[in-house]
C-alpha cells in the first residue's frame, strides 16, 4: 500500500466502493464544497465595490479626481490605478497564503472538518468589520481577516471532498468547490448591480459576506458536526483524517455511513489499509516538509507549485475581481460594467456545471489543453480589440460594437477557464499526494495561489496603466507556456484510486525516473 512514498494503501478496498455514491457522499460533499462561498462572494464582491462612487469617495478620493480632471486626455487604461486601492483588494490574499500554511499542521491535528469551521467564523469576523468600516485601517483589517478564513477553507475543503468522493466520480466531486467560488462570484455581482446607486450600497454588499458565513456554518452544525440525534446522514470527518487522529472507531462508523454498507468485512478491509498506511507514515517521523521535498515526491511537488501558479497567471481571477472596473475602464459606464460582470458570472458557473458532467468522462488532460487553447486565442483577440478601438494612449472612447465584442470575448476566455483551469487547479493537487504529506502538499498549492494572486492584485493595475492592450498578450504567453507544460509534463489522473496515485508517476515518461516502485514499495520484513 503507498503512504508517503510507500506501498499503495488500499487499491483493492477503494476499487470495491470506486463507483458507488451514497447519499452521505453527496450530502456532506454539498456541504463542504459550500466553503467556497465565502471565497468566491468575496473575490466578487470586492471588484465591483471599487467602483462605486460612495465607497469611492470615502476611501479612495483620487480615484474620483482621475476621473473629474481627466477631461478629453484621460488614459482610459490608468483611471484606477491607486497603491491605496491595490492594497485593498490585495491585503486578503497575503492573509490567506499565511493561514494557509497554518492549515497544514492544524488539519492533521484536529481534523479538515474543524479547520472549515475556524475558517467561517474568522470570515465572519472580517466581513463585520468591513461592513462597519469607517476609514481604510479597518477596510484593510476586515480584508485580512477575510483572507485567514478564506485561507483555512480554502487548504482544508479540496482535500475534504477528494478523500470522500469515490475514484470513478472524484473529479465531478471536487468541481463542486470552484462551482460555489463561481456561483458566489455570480450572486456578489448581482448584489453590486443592486447597490451600486446606493450611498451606503457598498457596506450591504460587505457587510453580506454575513449571509454566506452564516449559510455555510449552518450546513457545516446540521451535517458535518459530530450527530446529536440518529441521522444516518450525520458524520463527522473523512475516514482517512480519523484514523491519523487515532479516532479508530469513528472512522468505522464513518466509513459505513459513507460507503452506504453494513458489510462489516469490506468497511474493516478498508480501514486496515487506511490504519496501515497510518502506521508506516507515522512510522518515518520525519517532517512533512522535508518528505516533500525527497525524489520521490518530485512530481507531486512541482504540481502543487504550477497548476496553481499557472491558474493565476491565466489573468482569471484578475479579470473576475476588477471585471467591473475593466469594462468601466474601456467605457461601459458603471451599470454597464457590473451588468458586463453579472454576465460573466453567469457564463463562469456554466462551464463549471459542464466540467462536471465530463471531467471523469474525458479526463483532466483533455480539459487542460483545449481550456488552455480556447483561452490563448481570446486574449490575443482581446489586445487586438482593445488595441483597435481604444487606441495605444488609451484616449479614444470605445463605441458600442467594440464593446460588445470585448464582453463577448471575455465571456468565451470564462468558459474555457470554467471547464478546465478553474475546477482542476482545486482537484489535481487535492488527489495527488499520500497520505502522511496531503495536507502539507494542499497547503503549499493554496499558498501558492494566494502568493500569485498577491503579486498580480498588486500590479495588474498598474501593467493596465503601462502596457496597456499588451497586458493581455502578457497572460496569453503564459497560457501557451501552461498549455505546453500540461501536454509534456501533466500525466491523466482520471478514476484513478486516491492511494493508488503513485502508478501514473511510475508509467510517465518524465517523472518515472523520480518514482520507482523499488523505492515506493518497503521491503518485507522477516
Known amino acids: 500500500m503507498e503512504i508517503g512514498g510507500m506501498a499503495d494503501d488500499g487499491q483493492d478496498s477503494d476499487n470495491r466502493f470506486n463507483g458507488k455514491i451514497t447519499s452521505a457522499v453527496v450530502i456532506t460533499s454539498i ?24 465607497f469611492l469617495e470615502k476611501f479612495f478620493p483620487s480615484i474620483l479626481k482621475k ?37 497544514g499542521r492544524l488539519t492533521t491535528a484536529i481534523g479538515r472538518r474543524s479547520i472549515m469551521v475556524v475558517g467561517g467564523c474568522t470570515f465572519f469576523a472580517g466581513a463585520l468589520i468591513n461592513g462597519a468600516s469607517q476609514n481604510i485601517f ?28 469515490p475514484s470513478k466520480w472524484r473529479g465531478a466531486f471536487s468541481t463542486g468547490f470552484q462551482f460555489f467560488i463561481g456561483l458566489a462570484v455570480l450572486i456578489a455581482n448581482c448584489i453590486n448591480y443592486g447597490t451600486s446607486k446606493l450611498s451606503w450600497g457598498w457596506r450591504l454588499s460587505l457587510g453580506l459576506a454575513i449571509v454566506q458565513f452564516a449559510n455555510h456554518l449552518n450546513y457545516i452544525l446540521k451535517y458535518l458536526l459530530p450527530p446529536t440525534g440518529t441521522s444516518a446522514l450525520v458524520i463527522s ?26 458489510n462489516n468485512t469490506e468497511i474493516e478491509a478498508e480501514l486496515a489499509d487506511l490504519i496501515k498506511a497510518c502506521e508506516i507514515a507515522r512510522a518515518s517521523k520525519e517532517e512533512p516538509f522535508v518528505t516533500i521535498l525527497k525524489k520521490q515526491h518530485r512530481p ?41 460582470a453579472i454576465i460573466l458570472g453567469v457564463v463562469n458557473v456554466g462551464s463549471i456545471l459542464v ?35 481604444i487606441g495605444e494612449n488609451g484616449s479614444k472612447h470605445i463605441i458600442k460594437q467594440y464593446g460588445a465584442l470585448v464582453l463577448a470575448l471575455m465571456c468565451t476566455y470564462a468558459a474555457g477557464f ?107 520484513r522477516s
Open 300 to 340: 507531486h511537488l512541482v504540481m502543487s507549485i504550477a497548476i496553481p501558479f499557472f491558474q493565476q497567471m491565466s489573468g482569471i481571477n484578475i479579470i473576475a475581481f476588477y471585471a467591473p472596473v475593466l469594462f468601466r475602464s474601456v467605457g461601459l459606464g458603471n451599470n454597464s460594467a457590473l451588468l458586463g
Open 418 to 524: 470554467g471547464w478546465s483551469w478553474s475546477p482542476l487547479s482545486w482537484l489535481i493537487p487535492s488527489e495527488i499526494f499520500p497520505m502522511n504529506i496531503r495536507s502539507t502538499g494542499q497547503s503549499i498549492s493554496v499558498a501558492v495561489n494566494f502568493a500569485t494572486t498577491f503579486v498580480l492584485s498588486q500590479t495588474f493595475l498598474a501593467m493596465l496603466c503601462h502596457f496597456k492592450y499588451g497586458a493581455f498578450l502578457f497572460f496569453a504567453g503564459w497560457i501557451f507556456v501552461m498549455t505546453m507544460f500540461i501536454v509534456m509534463f501533466m500525466p491523466e489522473t482520471k478514476g484513478v484510486a486516491i492511494n493508488s496515485m503513485h502508478q501514473v508517476w511510475e508509467q510517465h515518461w518524465f517523472w518515472g525516473r523520480y518514482v520507482k516502485r523499488s523505492v515506493l514499495v518497503p521491503q518485507q
Open 67 to 103: 476621473v473629474a480632471s481627466g477631461g478629453a486626455e484621460l488614459n482610459v487604461y490608468c483611471v484606477y490605478d491607486s497603491e491605496v486601492s491595490t492594497a485593498f483588494t490585495s491585503s486578503l490574499y497575503i492573509a490567506g497564503l499565511v493561514a494557509s500554511l497554518a492549515a
Open 355 to 389: 466540467s462536471a458532467c465530463i471531467v471523469d468522462r474525458f479526463g483532466r488532460r483533455f480539459l487542460f489543453i483545449q481550456g488552455g487553447v480556447q483561452m490563448f486565442i481570446c486574449q490575443v483577440a482581446i489586445a487586438c480589440t482593445l488595441a483597435a478601438s
Open 237 to 262: 470527518d473523512t475516514p482517512s483524517s480519523l484514523v491519523e487522529r487515532g479516532k479508530i472507531e469513528q472512522a468505522k462508523q464513518s466509513l459505513a455511513k459513507v460507503r452506504g454498507t453494513n
Open 31 to 54: 456541504v463542504a464544497a459550500s466553503g467556497g462561498l465565502i471565497f468566491g462572494f468575496d473575490i466578487g464582491i470586492s471588484g465591483g465595490v471599487t467602483t462605486m462612487k460612495p
Open 138 to 165: 479597518m477596510l484593510i483589517l476586515g480584508r485580512i481577516l477575510l483572507g485567514f478564513g478564506v485561507g483555512f477553507t480554502n487548504q482544508a475543503t479540496p482535500v475534504y471532498l477528494s478523500e470522500m468522493a
